[in-house]
């Protein structure tokens, strides 16, 4: 038996729109010659580590197989995730980058900007990802150190609607993982993951020589990002890098836009010596906190690995959590554009919907996740959407996608047009004792059995006179209190909010979910983060 697939040079008719610009070279369309099953199944030779060098080519005849095994439990929600030398390897990177390289070429498009993260893998995943890219036809811009938000506006930049960033984001310095774009600020959602899977399983990858290039495309972002800000206050700040990238770009964003800038943990470290590069957890906010109120400053601001979520101390050292900022924002989207739908995730306190409503816009909610959200976004035509871990898109001044600089510095400019203080101004908003977000260990290939089944029924018993959301996970929401929980998409893991409009309220909620979480056995306590907030 015997597949052969034959790759003929064709070249793409040239076009002249910007939303869909011209091929610069040549890509290969596949058409099968001929197809032998034996016993009603495919055959392919198999490529390993010691025959990569032996792929067989015969008058541009072309078949290649992938002979290792890559678990399926990389492809999430959105994005892919691992833990390296485990699930990920420099042979793995190299793999999903002829598959990309494969999703691409049948859109007609052939360059992808690539970046990656501080982390202690990054750089060699990063190589071997575009080896893989470049192997099967697809020019590459290296784009080094970088943040994801750059890599999308360098779609922009380049006139493609391919990129690619190696980051696991918040995730623990043992993991890495793969966003990649399918369009102008669009990222993969389900389907798409789904359909690069299907082409890496096949093994059946386009071929060519793509060529690499490096560039630095950070001054033109700094240029670019700081354009839509004229802000009259020198506002003093304090930046928490979380010993990533993040804390090497944006102290220059900040003094760009005129701000005094204090750096906090902005030195690289791909250990990620103080834990989780993750700005939502209470552990990076209180540090973030304590500083702010030693330098008496105005905000402090936390990024992620890959520079694309922030959150926010306020200026007396007040720890806010991010829905709360989605509030504030929507408040500005709306003084604006009277009426407009505001799309946040279902993770997001009862604070941003009664704010959306007594404002006079619509609320909708999304499922959780960055590339899910802008997806709604653009359904709905809104110009804003946000989620608790910080992602923020703005669509009525800016590209839609989330940009955790663009969104530092609207909030200054939006307190400076209101006349207020960061303090000042989430006071006014509607009060709730509400939790962080809480992750507890939860192994992939029974979260979401679990949660959806016994978890569930626990849950409608503690709240019966609530209303159901099932969009992702459970949501039971009353009247003055809220629960959700539901499985993460980026790790092993649950996630749980909760809240009330009284701190007695918000303490039987506390034990209540406790009590439920304590009967599974399946359900671990020792990892996650911010898990103290439930003892």
């Known amino acids: 038996m015997l597949l052969l697939v034959e790759l003929m040079s064709k070249t793409s008719p040239t076009s002249s729109t910007l939303t869909n610009p011209p091929p610069t070279k040549t890509t290969f369309i596949v058409s099968v010659v001929r197809v032998e099953l034996v016993n009603r199944e495919l055959h392919l030779p198999l490529l390993t580590k010691s025959t ?120 623990p310095k043992d993991y890495n993982g793969l966003k990649l774009s399918v369009g102008y600020s669009d990222t993969m959602v389900t389907e798409e993951i789904q359909e690069l899977k299907k082409i890496v399983d096949k093994g059946v990858f386009s071929k060519g020589q793509g060529k690499n290039t490096k560039k630095d495309i950070f001054p033109v972002y700094l240029a670019e990002i700081t354009k839509y800000f004229d802000l009259s206050r020198k506002w003093k700040v304090v930046i928490d890098g979380c010993n990533t990238g993040s804390g090497i770009f944006y102290p220059q964003i900040l003094r760009h836009a005129g701000c005094e800038v204090i750096e906090q943990n902005c030195t690289p470290d791909g250990n990620y010596p ?34 694309d979520r922030v959150a926010v101390v306020d200026n007396t050292g007040q720890v806010l959590w991010m829905d709360t900022i989605v509030a504030l924002y929507a408040q500005d989207v709306l003084d604006f554009i009277p009426g407009a739908p505001i799309v946040y995730n279902n993770l997001c306190s009862k604070v941003v919907s009664e704010t959306i409503v007594n404002r006079g816009g619509q609320p909708i909610v999304s499922r959780t996740g960055h590339s899910f959200v802008k997806a709604k976004i653009k359904e709905v035509r809104s110009p804003f959407g946000g989620e608790l871990s910080g992602h923020i898109f703005f669509m009525d001044n800016f590209y839609g996608h989330d940009d955790a600089a663009y969104a530092s510095l609207r909030l200054l400019s939006y307190l400076e047009r209101t006349g207020q203080d960061l303090h000042q101004a989430v006071e006014k908003l509607p009060k709730y004792f509400s939790s962080p977000e809480i992750k507890l260990g939860l192994a992939d290939n029974i979260k979401f059995q679990l949660i959806a089944g016994p978890i569930k029924e626990d849950l409608i018993k503690l709240l019966p006179y609530g209303t159901i959301n099932e969009i992702d996970g459970i949501r039971i929401d009353t009247k003055e209190s809220m629960v959700v929980v539901r499985a993460s998409q980026n790790g092993p893991y649950l996630t749980t909010k909760f809240e009330s409009k009284t701190l007695d309220g918000y303490d039987e909620l506390k034990s209540g979910i406790a009590k439920i979480f304590k009967k599974y056995s399946e359900i671990d306590w020792s990892t996650g983060s911010n898990t103290s907030s439930l003892s």
């Not at 192997?135 to 380049?158: K, P």
């Not at 939502?280 to 540090?287: A, G, I, Q, S």
Request: aromatic letters at 12%; a negative charge.
């Open 52 to 171: 990569k060098k032996k792929r067989t080519t015969q008058n541009n005849l072309y078949w290649y197989t992938l002979s290792m095994q890559i678990n399926p439990n990389i492809y999430r929600g959105y994005d892919l995730r691992g833990v390296s030398g485990v699930d990920l390897s420099p042979e793995v990177y190299y793999t999903l980058g002829r598959g990309y390289a494969t999703f691409l070429a049948q859109r007609r498009i052939t360059l992808c900007p690539v970046g990656c993260d501080n982390r202690l893998t990054s750089e060699e995943y990063k190589n071997s990802f575009i080896q893989g890219l470049n192997d099967g036809g697809i020019d590459t811009f290296d784009l080094g150190l970088s943040m994801s938000q750059v890599i999308y506006f360098s779609s922009y930049e380049y006139l493609t609607k391919a990129g690619a960033m190696i980051t696991a984001s918040h995730n």
């Open 274 to 307: 103080l834990g989780n590069p993750d700005p939502t957890e209470t552990e990076v906010l209180e540090r973030l906190a304590k500083t702010v109120t030693e330098e008496k400053a105005d905000i402090g601001f936390a990024y992620d690995a890959d520079g």
